[in-house]
C-alpha cells in the first residue's frame, strides 16, 4: 500500500483544530491563576487541583447539576410514556383520525423552541409556573415528544404482526401487549430516545434561561452562561468549572459512543 | 375496560394530545393573537398591525436580519470542510477511527460550555493572541471579542468549529452506506482519490448534502441563541454586533417586558422557518424516491 502522508497530515490539523478547545480547558484548570497570566498556552509547572475544590465545595455547581438532572429525569420520562402510548395506538390500532394526529405531531418538529417562548412566558406568569420544575418538565417534554412518536411508530410498526396476535390469543389487554411484548423488543429505539432527549434538554439554555430564574432553580447551562462574569479573569477556575461541566457528556460519550452517534443523527433530523 | 372498545385507541393518545396541545396548540394561537396586541403584563387591547409596523420600522430588528443572514454564509464552508473530512476518514487509513471520535467531539459538547472556553481563548490578551504575537503574525491579532466589527465573524468561527461535525457524521454514515462494487470498479480502473471522490462519491451524496444544508439553514435562523448569548455577554455585544433575532424576541419579552412586539417577531420567524421546512421536505421526499 501506498504511503500518503498529505491525508493524514489533513486528518491530524482537523483532529488538532477539534481538540484543541478541550485541551485548553482542561491545561488551564490545572494552572496556577499566576501562572497563566504569565504564560497563557504553555504546560503547567505543577498541576494545581485547588480549582477543582472551589468549583466542587465553594460553588453551587452540584445544585445546578442536580436541577438539569431533575428535569432530564422528569421530561425524558414523561415524554417516553406518553410517547409509548401514543405511538403504539398510532402504529397498531385502526382508529378514526390516527392519521391526522401522527401528521399533526411529526409537522410539530418544525416549531422552531424560540416562537413558543413569548406565549408560554406570559401563561406561566399568570399561572405563578415560572421558576418550577414541573412547569419546566412540561415544556421540554413537549419540545421532545413529537421526534419520540416518530421513531416509536417507525419502529412499532415494523414488529411482526404474529408477536400481537398471540398475545391477543392470550387474552391480553393492549396495554400488557405494550408492556411485555412490545417495549421489550424496542429498547434499541429507546435507548437511542433517552440519549438524543437527555442531550437536548442537559444543553439548552433558551428556555433554561427563561423558566428557570431563581437561583435554586438555576441549570447547569444557566449557570455557567454567568460563570464567567462572576469569576471575572480567574480564568483557570472558569475552566475548571467548565471542565466539570463537560465531564458527565464527554465520559458518556466515550463510554457509549455508538449509542451516541447514531442518537444524535437520528436526532438532526429534528 | 374491553380490549375491542372503540375507546381504547383514543385513551392510548389522549395524553399525547393534552401534552402537545399545552405547549403547542395553545401556544400558537395566542402567538398570533398576542402579535396583534399591545401586551403588557398578561393581555390587553387589540391594536392591529401596530406591532408590526413597529418592529419593521425598527433598524435594531432589521441588523438582527442581517446578523442571521450574515450567518448563512458559513454553510458553505461547513459544507466543503464537513466534505473533504467525510471522504478522507471513509478512505479508512490506518487510526481513522480516532479521527473520527475526535473529530465528533466538538458536536457532544454543550454550546454554552464551548463558548466560555472559546471567548477565554480568543480574549484580546488571550492565548489566541498569544501565539499569533509568538509566530510573528501581528497582523492577525484582533479584539476578537470585544471589537463590533469582528465578533459576528468570531461567532461564525466558532459555530463552523462545532456544527461541521455533525456534517462529517452525516456524509460518512452516507458514504458508509453505499454500494462498495462501484467505487472498487473505479479503484482498479486507475481513477485517483480526486477522481473517485468527484465522480463517483459526491454525485451519490447529493440528498444528504441537500439535507444538510436546509438543518443548517434552520440553526442559523432560529437556534443560535446560546452561541451569541454567551460571546455577545447576554446583550449581543459589543453594542448590537452580535444581537440576532432569537436574542431580539429574548429581550423583548424578557428585558423590555413588550410581549406583543416579541410576539410579532416570533410570527415573522416562523413564517420563515416554514418556507425552510417546506423546503427539507422536499428535499427528503427526492431523497426517499
Known sequence: MRLRPLPHLALSIASAIALIPTVFMLVTALKAQEEYQADKTGWPDAFVFDHFRQILFDTPIFLWMANSLILVAGSVGLSLVVACLAAYAIARMEFRGRDAILTVSTALMAVPPVVLIVPLFVLYTRLGLISTYGGAILIYAGLITPFSVYLLVTFFRSLPQELIDAAVMDGATHLQILMRVVLPLSLAPLLTLVIVNALFVWNDLLMAVIFLQDDAKKTVMAGIAVFQGRYNNQIPLTMAGMAVAAAPMLILYLTFQRHFVRGLMAGAVK | ?289
Open chain 2, 1 to 289: 375496560m374491553r380490549r375491542n372498545s372503540p375507546l381504547v385507541p383514543y385513551l392510548f393518545v389522549l395524553p399525547l394530545i393534552c401534552l402537545l396541545a399545552f405547549v403547542f396548540g395553545l401556544s400558537l394561537i395566542r402567538l398570533v393573537e398576542f402579535s396583534f396586541k399591545q401586551v403588557r403584563g398578561i393581555d390587553g387591547p387589540w391594536i392591529g398591525l401596530r406591532n408590526y409596523e413597529l418592529v419593521l420600522g425598527q433598524p435594531l430588528f432589521w441588523e438582527s436580519v442581517i446578523h442571521n443572514l450574515k450567518l448563512f454564509l458559513t454553510i458553505p464552508v461547513m459544507v466543503m470542510v464537513a466534505l473533504v473530512l467525510a471522504l478522507l476518514l471513509y478512505e479508512r487509513l490506518p487510526g481513522w477511527r480516532i479521527h473520527r471520535t475526535i473529530l465528533f467531539l466538538p458536536y457532544i459538547l454543550a454550546i454554552p460550555i464551548i463558548a466560555v472556553v472559546m471567548k477565554e481563548m480568543f480574549q484580546f490578551s488571550g492565548p489566541v493572541n498569544a501565539v499569533l504575537t509568538a509566530l510573528s503574525l501581528d497582523f492577525m491579532v484582533l479584539d476578537w471579542i470585544g471589537s463590533a466589527d469582528v465578533a459576528l465573524w468570531t461567532v461564525m468561527g466558532l459555530i463552523v468549529w462545532r456544527e461541521t461535525a455533525l456534517g462529517v457524521i452525516l456524509f460518512l454514515s452516507r458514504l458508509m452506506a453505499l454500494d462498495e462494487s462501484l467505487i472498487e470498479a473505479a479503484r482498479l480502473d486507475g481513477a485517483s482519490w480526486r477522481q473517485r471522490a468527484w465522480h463517483v462519491l459526491i454525485p451519490q451524496m447529493r440528498g444528504v448534502i441537500e439535507f444538510f444544508v436546509v438543518i443548517s439553514a434552520i440553526t442559523m435562523l432560529s437556534a443560535v441563541f446560546a452561541y451569541v448569548y454567551v460571546i455577545g455577554g447576554g446583550r449581543g455585544g459589543p453594542g448590537t454586533a452580535t444581537m440576532v433575532i432569537e436574542l431580539y424576541i429574548f429581550n423583548a419579552l424578557i428585558r423590555t417586558s413588550l410581549p406583543g412586539i416579541a410576539a410579532a417577531v416570533s410570527v415573522l420567524l416562523f413564517a420563515v422557518s416554514l418556507l425552510l421546512i417546506w423546503a427539507l421536505f422536499r428535499v427528503r421526499r427526492r431523497e426517499e424516491a
